[in-house]
């Protein structure tokens, strides 16, 4: 029996890891869930019937020595200079994120932007505008800058608080996740880990988490990837070493690879006033990242499917993100347009439901792509250049598109995206053909294989 | 040559003098001396590309040695250290106090350009986004300014805790374990992105007292920061002992004020010819009075000999200088750019090349010869001052930057308490000029200025046996 310490940003970002805690406890390990939110101590539902091994803790959200404040320069700067490397050329979104970021957290949100003027023309240069200059650098210099910051970071000691909280608790391994954030702290845990000579590892939280996010800039005993694309990730952009790197596959869809539908097509329709006669397209929103104000995109993209001689008839669900669900609190669908239901911002809405009792699935970019393929379900996306920063710009767009080894089918323009659709509905492909996409990206040991099986072995054998 | 025999009994001891180049140790010589003459032993460790032979009074003292230190860190922090010394030293001349110092923020720019780009490259382009244009150097680097004021101390603080979390390097703690000095020195520590805060980092594991003569009346203000802060700082005077706190956080207490002993050896020197004889040597009259103008470092001034051509021009224009013979005195390093100048015979003015850096006679000679000296900024200004000669600059055009653009220029300034009369024109120089070769001059005023800025313990107490006995009291 191993005492596991979960260390979480708040326990609402455990929803993925629910089915590996389980089964940890089931096997008889103690499972203790840090977070840094004072009061949040509320299991979520699931694991609250393993409540006599699953229990909650709260640990430091910060240091208690001198780094307190500075450590968060450190880790900012080399966050930034990350999306000035190779490879991250054209992640203007990305870059202009991590620098919004850094400003805030290091100045306690005293600071939002930084701005200058250009001595030549006059023009007020504006947060990335004026961080990006720094290409000017070269890569020598940036490197130069880059290896400053690391070598300072390897040398800052562990923090007394973390160090103690980690003593209290006395666990035979420690998992932080996202650990890719810049204000939480959980670098400082991995640290402390691996000071007390306590095993440390990172179970990776989603599929953009190591392309999209910040450095991991204190590298844990192991990394637990999803799939080959992320084990090199992990090894190519955090410089993490070949042999640190476990590939699990992706727990987060477990129970959705169990979930069955909760009505029958007939029903689903009736609930959302479509006719079950006609085909139904799933429209699944992006988060407010990808793709702001989408709501203006999807309303022109109803007017080209309602346009199209073999789509127009379709019924069309629209599912919001869950954290931006308020921005469609006051629309108004029109006929046989269809807004799935959302409770709150952790609420998963009727994702398996909409997907499974539709034809075609489309998104600009998002998550929810996986359970489309999950249940056979062709995807789609459409190029739009407004939302550049959330699609093109983003590494691990690209590996998901059709082209590029993925399997979702890309068009560079509504016209062009409407014949793949139609072409979709009158051809249905048949039920397995994204089985491999699927196993691919999820479950690499295999379709039938649990990925929250193979990381709570992985996780017990780190443990030791 | 100040040289003394220390009559207090104290146990001998071993001190070791780091210096960044064997050169570094003339501003002080006579303490090396000095304390080599009470019976300790003196050790100058020097890097091998800063190594060169000791002078003759030194070499030939039973207990005082040369040896070859290390220099840079043997670790994964060797360049990356540099780095982040350099652009701590930048970020420092962003301080509000240094705004107007764009030529030594442009120096810390390029030395830190330096180190970003693995010593290959002293200057850093970018580009605007919009327009294009290049914006580079100072320029380049002020654009950190938008931090804001908070955000610049944010990036202060951070590259102050970088420092702290930086481990002494093992090569230079082996050093000084192997030397088993009582105390160390070390000079010049604050050039910029220097190697030297090793030592001070070394010596405080070892708990060996470290102590840092400044080298010279500028330091404090116109180099980089001390990043790691020694035990004693060594300080010519009160102006010293403030620029330590408010630029460098140095305690008070920590701060001794010496004096400065470089100039020990000039105050005992005495003309080493007679006013004749000096002129005949110029091919100058003289029954003509002696203007003496000193010339500044390539820093300061860049390409002086045009300026001062144009100087005598305007000198000349003034019917009581007219006749004045005019001494130049190229700095010392610096002579190349007056080889081609050759006044010609009866110009009535003279060159004087010398590339003695430290007690020159020919310059004690010309200065005490003289009835005016003019300089645009240089620390010859300050031996001019020792001998009670009535010292004049300009607000040159074209040499702002050297001038109100550093900070130490203010403080020799007579509106400034200092004892050099400034002109911020032609007119107002000649002006000035014609008094003194006139003389009405205040030499009281001078004698005090010199006293509270080389010898705050009393005009005619040499610094040299005040910094030997604060080195003792650092080993003891």
Same mark, same amino acid.
């Not at chain 1, 389980?22 to 299991?43: C, N, W």
């Not at chain 2, 064997?22 to 003459?37: C, G």
């Not at chain 2, 009470?38 to 002078?55: C, D, K, N």
């Not at chain 2, 008070?252 to 105050?267: I, Q």
């Given at each position: 029996m191993s005492r596991i310490l979960f260390a979480v940003p708040s326990l609402a970002r455990l929803k993925g890891f629910?089915?590996?805690?389980?089964?940890?406890?089931?096997?008889?390990?103690?499972?203790?869930?840090?977070?840094?939110?004072?009061?949040?101590?509320?299991?979520?539902?699931?694991?609250?019937?393993?409540?006599?091994?699953?229990s909650v803790t709260e640990s430091p959200s910060r240091r208690s020595d001198e780094w307190r404040d500075s450590i968060v320069g450190v880790r900012g700067v080399r966050n930034y200079l990350r999306y000035l490397a190779p490879g991250f050329e054209h992640a203007e979104k990305l870059r202009k994120r991590a620098l919004l970021e850094f400003i805030k957290t290091a100045s306690d949100g005293a600071l939002t932007q930084i701005a200058a003027t250009c001595g030549p023309c006059g023009r007020e240069l504006k947060n990335d505008k004026l961080a990006h200059m720094l290409e000017g650098l070269g890569q020598d210099g940036l490197n130069a800058l880059e290896t400053l910051f690391r070598t300072a970071e390897e040398d800052i000691p562990s923090d007394a608080g973390f160090d103690a909280f980690l003593s209290r608790e006395q666990p035979d391994v420690v998992l932080v996740a996202p650990l890719v954030s810049l204000e939480s702290g959980q670098a400082d845990l991995v640290k402390s880990a691996r000071t007390l000579r306590i095993p440390s590892a990172l179970p990776v939280v989603s599929i953009d988490s190591l392309s999209t996010e910040g450095l991991v800039t204190e590298i844990p005993d192991k990394i637990f990837a999803w799939n080959e694309r992320q084990a090199r990730e992990a090894v190519e952009l955090h410089g993490v070493p070949c042999d640190r790197v476990t590939i699990t596959g992706a727990p987060q869809f477990d129970a959705f690879f169990d979930e069955q539908p909760a009505r029958s097509r007939n029903a689903f329709c009736m609930a959302y006033g479509l006719d079950y006669r006609m085909p139904v397209l799933a429209y699944v929103c992006s988060s407010e990242f990808v793709a702001k104000d989408e709501s203006v995109f999807v309303g022109r993209w109803i007017d080209a499917v309602r346009r199209h001689p073999l789509l127009g008839e379709c019924g069309i669900v629209i599912r919001p993100h869950p954290r931006a669900r308020r921005t469609w609190d006051d629309y108004a669908p029109p006929p046989r347009v269809a807004l799935a239901r959302i409770k709150d911002r952790d609420d998963r809405g009727e994702l398996h439901d909409v997907l499974c009792h539709s034809n075609a699935v489309v998104a600009l970019n998002t998550g929810a792509w996986f359970e489309a393929a999950i249940l056979g379900k062709?995807?789609?996306?459409?190029?739009?250049?407004?939302?550049?920063?959330?699609?093109?710009?983003?590494?691990?767009?690209?590996?998901?598109?059709?082209? #590029?080894?993925?399997?979702? #089918?890309?068009?560079?323009?509504?016209?062009?995206?409407?014949?793949?659709?139609?072409?979709?509905?009158?051809?249905?492909?048949?039920?397995?053909?994204? #089985?491999?996409?699927?196993?691919?990206?999820?479950?690499?040991?295999?379709?039938?294989?649990?990925?929250?099986?193979?990381?709570?072995?992985?996780?017990?054998?780190?443990?030791? | 040559m100040v040289r003394?025999?220390?009559?207090?009994?104290?146990?001998?001891?071993?001190?070791?003098?780091?210096?960044?180049?064997?050169?570094?140790?003339?501003?002080?010589?006579?303490?090396?001396?000095?304390?080599?003459?009470?019976?300790?032993?003196? /050790?100058?460790?020097?890097?091998?590309?800063?190594?060169?032979?000791? %002078?003759?009074?030194?070499?030939?003292?039973?207990?005082?040695?040369?040896?070859?230190?290390p220099t840079g860190r043997a670790d994964k922090w060797r360049e990356p250290v540099e780095t982040l010394r350099s652009l701590a030293d930048y970020v420092h001349y962003l301080e509000p106090a240094f705004l107007p110092a764009e030529k030594l923020r442009t120096r810390a720019f390029r030395n830190l350009a330096k180190s970003l780009t693995g010593h290959e490259k002293t200057h850093i382009k970018l580009r605007c986004p919009y327009c294009k244009e290049r914006i580079a150097d100072d320029q380049a680097g002020k654009l950190l300014m938008s931090l804001g004021d908070q955000g610049l101390q944010g990036l202060r603080r951070l590259l102050q805790a970088m420092e702290a979390s930086v481990r002494p390097d093992s090569a230079h703690e082996q050093f000084l374990r192997a030397e088993r000095a009582d105390a160390v020195l070390v000079t010049p520590l604050i050039n910029h992105g220097s190697g030297q805060?090793?030592?001070?980092?070394? %010596?405080?594991?070892?708990?060996?007292?470290? &102590?840092?003569?400044?080298?010279?009346?500028?330091?404090?203000?116109?180099?980089?920061?001390?990043?790691?802060?020694?035990?004693?700082?060594?300080?010519?005077?009160?102006?010293?002992?403030?620029? %330590?706190?408010?630029?460098? &956080?140095?305690? /008070?207490?920590?701060?001794?004020?010496?004096?400065?002993?470089?100039?020990?050896?000039?105050?005992?020197?005495?003309?080493?010819? &007679?006013? %004749?004889?000096?002129? /005949?040597?110029? &091919?100058?009259?003289?029954?003509?009075?002696?203007?003496?103008?000193?010339?500044?470092?390539?820093?300061?001034?860049?390409?002086?000999?045009?300026?001062?051509?144009?100087?005598?021009?305007?000198?000349?224009?003034?019917?009581?200088?007219?006749?004045?013979s005019i001494v130049i005195r190229p700095h010392p390093r610096s002579l190349e750019q007056w080889r081609d100048f050759n006044p010609s015979r009866g110009s009535r003015v003279a060159v004087t090349t010398s590339g003695v850096m430290n007690a020159d006679q020919l310059l004690y000679d010309s200065l005490y010869h003289s009835a005016a000296i003019v300089g645009l900024n240089t620390s010859a200004q300050i031996e001019a001052g020792i001998l009670g000669k009535p010292v004049y600059t300009m607000l040159a055009p074209g040499f702002e930057r050297g001038q109100q653009g550093t900070l130490h220029f203010q403080y020799l300034l007579a509106q400034n308490g200092g004892f050099v009369e400034v002109a911020d024109s032609f007119d107002s120089h000649r002006s000035q000029l014609a008094q003194a070769v006139a003389g009405r001059v205040d030499r009281t005023r001078v004698d005090r200025f010199i006293e509270s800025f080389i010898r705050p313990s009393g005009l005619h107490l040499p610094a040299t046996p005040i910094m030997a006995d604060a080195i003792e009291a650092l080993a003891s």
């Open positions: 629910e089915n590996t805690l389980m089964r940890l406890a089931e096997r008889g390990h103690i499972v203790r869930i840090a977070t840094k939110m004072p009061g949040d101590t509320q299991l979520p539902a699931r694991l609250s019937t393993h409540d006599d091994r699953i062709p995807v789609f996306t459409i190029l739009a250049p407004e939302y550049a920063g959330g699609q093109a710009q983003t590494l691990h767009f690209h590996y998901l598109l059709r082209d #590029e080894g993925g399997f979702v #089918e890309p068009a560079a323009s509504l016209d062009v995206h409407l014949e793949q659709l139609a072409g979709a509905l009158a051809s249905p492909p048949g039920p397995g053909h994204l #089985e491999q996409h699927v196993q691919r990206f999820l479950r690499p040991g295999g379709l039938a294989l649990p990925a929250s099986h193979l990381l709570a072995d992985a996780i017990e054998s780190l443990a030791g | 003394r025999v220390h009559a207090r009994r104290i146990a001998y001891v071993k001190l070791l003098f780091i210096l960044a180049q064997t050169s570094y140790i003339r501003h002080f010589e006579s303490v090396v001396l000095a304390l080599a003459d009470r019976g300790h032993e003196l /050790r100058l460790a020097v890097s091998r590309e800063g190594h060169t032979s000791l %002078a003759p009074a030194l070499a030939a003292h039973p207990r005082i040695s040369q040896t070859i230190c805060s090793e030592w001070v980092k070394a %010596a405080r594991v070892l708990k060996t007292p470290v &102590g840092f003569p400044v080298f010279s009346w500028d330091n404090l203000t116109t180099k980089g920061l001390i990043h790691e802060q020694p035990d004693r700082l060594f300080v010519w005077n009160e102006i010293q002992r403030k620029e %330590a706190a408010d630029y460098h &956080g140095i305690p /008070r207490e920590h701060v001794v004020v010496t004096g400065a002993p470089r100039f020990d050896d000039f105050f005992s020197m005495a003309p080493s010819t &007679g006013r %004749a004889t000096f002129c /005949r040597g110029l &091919g100058l009259d003289s029954a003509r009075t002696i203007i003496t103008y000193l010339c500044s470092s390539e820093f300061v001034s860049g390409r002086e000999v045009e300026f001062v051509r144009q100087w005598i021009d305007e000198v000349r224009q003034d019917p009581a200088l007219e006749g004045s």
